[in-house]
């Protein structure tokens, strides 16, 4: 009985494994097809909304406005999570710029703050 509960736990634990790593793969093909001043409505169309277990896709969303110009960050999971870090770690923003694709990634996110 114990062998079986220990497969068990085996198959588990590399399904968990692939289904993050099929996230994180196709989140990141997705993101390199994006183009600037794609409009939004495409850009979710194009990232979809698959998640595996606790990830979503966006995982988040976040909006701030610099003078009349108003921005919306998406953030998708595309990098490896050690435990004990934070999630946020492994997203990879999408920014959007009065409703249109501008950038990806922290640092382009970073310099425009």
Known sequence: ??????????????AGCGGFRALRDANRTKLSTLEPDMPRAQVLSI???????????????????IGQDKYEVLYYYTDFIQEYQPMDTGMTPVVLKNGKFIGAGKEFLFKIR
Do not use: Q, W
């Open 1 to 14: 009985m114990l062998r079986y509960l220990l497969i068990a736990i085996l198959v588990a634990t590399i």
């Open 47 to 65: 990232m979809g909304s698959d998640g595996f277990m606790e990830i979503k896709n966006p995982y988040k969303r976040e909006s701030f406005a």
